[in-house]
């Protein structure tokens, strides 16, 4: 079985971590760290969901802090990198860079790195249902950030069916997550002043066939990000075809708000209903009653968890990496041992 | 001079009855309503604004519970129309439909309406920029809402100058104004569930040209709304002459994030900073790093301060509808005394 | 076994029935509604913690809409009632004491009612850790609220090691819970201007003797009350001993700012790392931080998850009604089932 | 006349400029910064409160920044010390210590300090109502903070006409001012850890002889802090009695909820109808329906505008330095000119 050893336990990192616990053709060999992250003492604990799980110091001060806060450190990562076939690198950024030139390369471990990544990491810039088969048998690949992974799947469930000619997304952003309450904004809405905005050509580093435009701005929400979304149709489709395409994509979920889910909050109660981990949505939730069709454009309004929505992506990068399975098998055994859709 | 009795003292007619008062060329000949609204107390009370002005009942029960709350009624507003040439009518929707059957209509009295009324209570929607004359000799008119008056006036800026074909808005829109404290959302992102939503339409009733879409969502903050648009060109641009033809515009104000202004809160504080009346905003801010061509489309992102927007139109509605100066002359008196821009 | 329904699927309801279901000394006979609330199709779905559980629906009318909305209704709850020991009522005030009189009484089932209640539907107001001895063999049994809740508990515990002469709580109060998102404020904090508040005598309801005093705010968050604490302890303490007093009851949490949990969107985190259903929180947090004596005075501040505090409440009361275990069995028995603490 | 330099034009610095050039006995010499902050921009442009103050660099770094910044630069302000008679000093901490060793002290030129500013840097810490006498022919003077002057205000009214033997003050604080909007909390209560919190101890250092205790909490909002209070009285009062004693305070405004200011943004509304600038209010706002007498203990609730509570004393600060006034005659000319009250 695959090793799998997730390196910074932060807000993907523990959720990537747990994720791949749940597969049965991979094995979770360890976490690393530097020092107690936030979820670090929580996820560990007797309680916690990766109670028994090794803990690996980064580094040689990494050892040191952790040991001082009360931590169990089973060993430097890097006198067990021999042993271990992949690297989840969850670290931030700058440090992911510095990892792959003094570990990964120069003892041959792979590596899957995250959206705020830098760009030349990796050469595949990956999302599952668009690209999934770029990232076979590469060592290193890149996971899309949270924002480019939502419109990824959406786009590309369209553009399978119709033909997409162009895109236009208007994001509205989460100024932070849940514990993140240092970070503002309070009663403020802040443009993106850079337009079009960085998301764009992030999605066209997975379809890089696609014009598409984007613009955002940050509002004062922890749970979700909001996307409108326009694109010009190649060829007609009624909206019953286009929601048929959306259901089809095995990682985007129609909500419907005639149901009662009629905003971010209503859908994160849904979450917490269905008591998933972490009340997360690793689908892409679009409300149905806004895709419409008119005059050969297509429109709609989606909603991305920031925090779980690249987490399934990440599994199924490593069983592209290692040329386990075919997009589909792989997309639907990561989707069923996390209990999506 | 043009006698003006605003009806309705809530947060439009307020804010239309103070600018009146600061015409030379009409006379505010009181304010009508029914019971103690928000600012009816205050507005009036020795220091306020409206300190002074004649107080008129919409009705006889409105008389009664007006001077059960403590105020000195002038008398009942129909008992004095025939001495009034025009009512700023911001009543809440429904009453304004009843007065204009019951009172403006049988006494002749012109009338102005809001954005809130139904469409059918005037043949003329009307935002000065883009169709005073319009106005001109009409008997009842209605002002567009807030968004509907901001997309007015950039998108026929730029359709003025360099022809639009088409435009796609994407609106932020606030929650509640700032006393309004028993609206929400709290940390919800809602979705308007009709795409295109109506904001589209009603830009059209004033440009009735323009292929113009719209989608909108609803956050966490009580002052401003924010739009990203795109719009085609039908002729090239440059980022310069667009600029250019915002600035021309004299309701549009072009701020810089790079001074300083990156976000509704720091503009909020830049109306605060100059001293503003209620810290109001009536003209769009478009920030000047968003303005942006390529491929023949242009993009950028404005804010729109909902509570004052909508004001100066107010004023020049009156002035159209008494053939009293034409646009550009209305639009430079209105704005030198409200010191806009 | 016991057999229990749980009566109105909302918030409250829809917790304890799902916490009834964990526990192996009753049963959850079934949940009764009247119509689709937020997460009654959730929690029933395939997926849902409800799935498989009989739905009763509350009254002939409730039965339509139900069925109309595509749920299967086992049967008319009050045609059930006589193999029913007990009703968590659930619904919304008013219809509590209807139930009470048309349904309880006349088929001589028991039933708890909730913090909503009026007052006087249940001699017995009942907190587990302050009172469940006078909850036995009792017909009805009303569980304070939250707030009340949740004083009541940090409170006795203090009085029971040092004796609490006085005790004055200043409540910071949520706005709304998650999905409630049409609720403000936002951006303002409104003061309850009944002072002292009714929170004060609600805990009187349960601790007679206590003399306390509260105040409270409303502020724009969706996930937890504070409360800010003083008392005046008859012995004294040192700051060890109290925190050891809130370590032994067995439903408050000392929470370490230190150790990260600084905020109560950290501990919110906290609850979402250990993968709580819902992320909910049924302990008092109290920052052990903020434990202090001096001359005499012990101050905390501690947090309450308002969604869920309650529930293990909701289960003890059962036990004592129906005189199955003593107090401290019934706590462990329900924190065991509940994975609290 | 006073000729008065305000150091640092950022939040306090900006409306204490202000104020003093409303006022007839002292004069405002001119302004210093050492780059654009905020406001500056702003209130000396065209349309700008402080249009045509003098602009002085603090230092020669300052200077080239502002004159790179398309300021004009008057002249350094050490080389005009000998001509001022006092700096309002509004600098960031740390700035203002090194201020007073470097210039002023060596220039013999008095200083008012604000509350962030340490304790030592002045003998005097400075509340108008509380202790104006004792600033009298001081050199250096401490204004102390927003929340110090909130309480000073209040409970000193009270101790003059009942005498107040111990005060208990839960502090519920707004997380950023309106334009700080990288300053979170987004949905989360933070509470202050240090039990009681520093705020009893400033107020002390104002009201020597009073027994006070605080605690304090962070929440979402921009505009006002809000106080929950309560105090043992030594002699009886009645709430008519109370609420006189508040009337009777200069800068203490008592507000109705009854009338429609319930909530902190329906009290900003307030200050918006009657236009005051920036929508500020000096005044602490006592909601008068809290206020009660119950077992010789007072409660009350108050708002406290964080932005602008200290502008006045500032004022009363320099009367007091230069033995100009008696403390009640300052304090009406000051509120006065500022129209307060």
Request: charged content about 30%.
């Amino acid at each position: 079985m695959v090793k799998v050893v997730v390196a910074g336990v932060g807000t993907i990192g523990k959720r990537v971590a747990e994720a791949v616990k749940k597969q049965h053709d991979m094995e979770l060999y360890g976490v690393a760290d530097v020092s107690q992250t936030g979820g670090l003492r929580t996820v560990l604990s007797e309680k916690g969901p990766l109670h028994g799980t090794h803990l690996f110091a980064s580094n040689d001060e990494g050892k040191e802090n952790l040991e001082d806060q009360g931590f169990y450190v089973e060993a430097l990562l890097e006198d067990r990198l021999e042993e271990i076939d992949v690297v989840v690198d969850c670290t931030p950024p700058g440090i992911d860079e510095k990892n792959k030139e003094n570990m990964y390369e120069p003892n041959d471990v792979k590596a899957v790195f995250q959206g705020g990544a830098p760009d030349d990491i990796a050469e595949v810039k990956f999302n599952a249902d668009a690209n999934y088969e770029e990232g076979k048998d590469e060592d290193f690949i890149k996971v899309v950030s949270c924002n480019t992974t939502s419109l990824s799947r959406t786009v590309s469930a369209a553009d399978e069916e119709f033909g997409v000619e162009e895109a236009v997304a208007s994001l509205v952003r989460r100024g932070g997550d849940i514990p993140q309450d240092s970070r503002g904004p309070i009663n403020s809405t802040i443009p993106v002043t850079e337009v079009p905005s960085h998301h764009g050509p992030d999605v066209q580093a997975v379809m890089p066939e696609l014009d598409i435009k984007t613009m955002a701005v940050k509002v004062p929400v922890t749970y979700g990000h909001v996307h409108m979304v326009n694109v010009e149709l190649e060829q007609g489709a009624s909206i019953e075809e286009v929601k048929q395409a959306f259901r089809d994509q095995p990682r985007v979920e129609l909500v419907s708000a005639g149901e009662g889910y009629d905003s971010t909050g209503k859908i994160h109660e849904k979450m917490r209903d269905l008591e998933r981990p972490r009340s997360d949505m690793p689908e892409v939730a679009v409300w149905e009653e806004t895709v419409k069709v008119e005059d050969g454009t297509l429109y709609w309004i989606h909603m991305v968890h920031q925090e779980s929505i690249v987490v399934p992506d990440n599994i199924d990068a490593i069983r592209a990496m290692f040329d386990m399975e075919d997009k589909k098998t792989s997309i639907r055994k990561t989707n069923e041992a996390m209990n999506i859709e």
